[in-house]
């Protein structure tokens, strides 16, 4: 990825008015993502009802979407850089799109998750586009600090966006309507984007290195698929052998980049001390929140009894933070400095995760609404100065590699948070003591999934099926108390970190750079 940008002719973008026309463009991908990242966990209940997956598979069809999009990151951002920036966004938008609609009619858990690795395919295609071309059309560094937060406020207006327009869609349709709100954006994007959006590319590229490709993503796969197992089902040699040899692909994708004349990711990016730190916050911060973000709407339908529309608008002081936040970011970096807003953000969450080992059936709601706001105002403080940070400290001939090593971090980080701290949730709950009378079938569906438990319960006695729910809700709580105090260590040890590894690091503030 080190090829320089080229607008198409005519372009816009040497005027103020075509930069943000641009971005609005940008902005709408990241929403497309967003929105669908979100719908997943809202829908998750009634999908669980409906296909009947086992908790295996539930965690397969939460995490196989982010396992893709890691594994392709890297080769999609360097495709990219040689077809075209712009064309790869509009042809991914496309795919979005259609493969949204498979997964709206998955008609069994295989085929579920089948659709969910397309979609993370189509979504590789997306994401180091949007970063790579804002670093490019905004050349004043405080002008864009301001884009990059509003591309993060945007991903958070869609994790808001996401759980109340699914709510609705939730209460008056069946399940797989969440996914065909994608379409609507889709084709708004593909519309304004053919002509607003410029074309660039390197114009000499080099060749897109196909084992490379294969590397990343068969390494990539690998070793989050053997941390996903051994936290299941515990260690064993199968497990082993599958994450030495994704171990051993990301060796071998290392080396082969070191060696090729045009890679597809520059490794010597790494040696940058601020680079590596704002990359490792980011995987971090992620893999610590997983735990709440995937577990949290399960929590507010199944245990507290809330609609999905009331369970979509109950997260939405998440998103109301973030979006403040992120827009005042840079500013506040320049004011202060990068390590105090990171590192001072990732503590506020890692407490705010701290108020929530105690939470249960009876917590009240001005307790979690607060500590969704203080989530979601540390985070949007946090990804937007990490990705300002990461941004600004490459030549933009290397923009592209630096939005998939962005990219990149956040999607394994989510992978493997649902796998690690959904591992937790998942051991807890499949414990709980059955009650009396249950039948050994009954039993067995109930210990998949909370889900599982309220649809099995549904054929019992009223006093049967009531003590089985109370059960079930017990020992999923347990198991989210776990994952969030898990959580919430992991931000505490990450906040500390990037004190460190972010020491001296200062945003630009001049457009000479």
Known sequence: MTGTLRPAAGSALDARPGRWVALAVLVLAVLLVAVDATVLGLATPFLSEDLKPSGTQLLWIGDIYS??????????????????????????????????????????????????????????????????????????????????????????????????????????????????????????????????????????????DLPSV?????????????????????????????????????YRFRRRQLTLPTP???????????FSGAVLADLLTILGLSGLVFFLSQFLQLVQGRSPLEAGLAELPAAVGAVTTGLLAGRAARRFSVRSVVAGSLA??????????????????????????????????????TADVILSGVP?????????????????????????????V??????FPVPAGVPAGTASAAHES???????????????????????????VEGLRLAVGVGAAVLLATAVAAWFLLRGQKLEDGPGH
């Open 426 to 431: 998942t051991g807890v709950y499949r414990g």
């Open 450 to 476: 909370l889900g599982g438990a309220v649809d099995a319960s549904a054929g019992l006695p009223a006093h049967a099926g009531a003590a089985l729910v109370s059960a079930a809700q017990d020992a999923f």
């Open 348 to 385: 506020a969450i890692s407490l705010a995760l701290a108020a929530l080992t105690g939470i249960g059936q009876a917590t009240g709601y001005p307790l979690l609404g607060g500590v969704l706001l203080v989530v979601g105002a540390g985070a949007g403080f946090s990804f937007t100065v």
């Open 214 to 250: 294969l590397l990343s993503l068969v390494g990539t796969v690998g070793v989050v698929y053997a941390v996903k197992e051994a936290a299941v089902r515990g260690p064993d040699w199968q497990v082993a052998l599958v994450g030495l040899a994704g171990a051993g692909a990301l």
């Open 67 to 208: 396992f893709v999009i890691a594994g392709l990151l890297v080769s999609m951002g360097s495709l990219g850089d040689r077809i075209g920036r712009k064309r790869l966004l509009l042809t991914g938008a496309v795919a979005f799109g259609g493969i949204s609609v498979l997964n709206a009619y998955a008609g069994s858990p295989e085929m579920m998750i089948v659709a969910r690795a397309l979609l993370g395919a189509a979504g590789a295609t997306l994401m180091p586009a949007t970063l790579a071309l804002i670093r490019n059309i905004f050349h004043d560094p405080r002008e864009r600090s301001l884009a990059i937060g509003v591309w993060g406020a945007m991903a958070s207006a869609g994790a808001a966006v996401g759980p109340v327009v699914g709510g609705f869609l939730l209460e008056h349709f069946w399940w797989g309507s969440v996914f065909l709100i994608n379409v609507p954006v889709m084709v708004v994007l593909v519309l304004v984007g053919i002509r607003t959006l410029p074309e660039s590319k390197d114009p000499t590229p080099g060749p897109w």
């Open 396 to 424: 933009k001939e290397q923009a592209g590699s630096a939005s998939a090593v962005s990219e990149t971090a956040y999607e394994l980080g989510a992978a493997l948070g649902i796998a690690l701290l959904g591992s937790i």
């Open 264 to 274: 597809l990711l520059d490794m010597r990016l790494f040696r940058h001390r601020g």
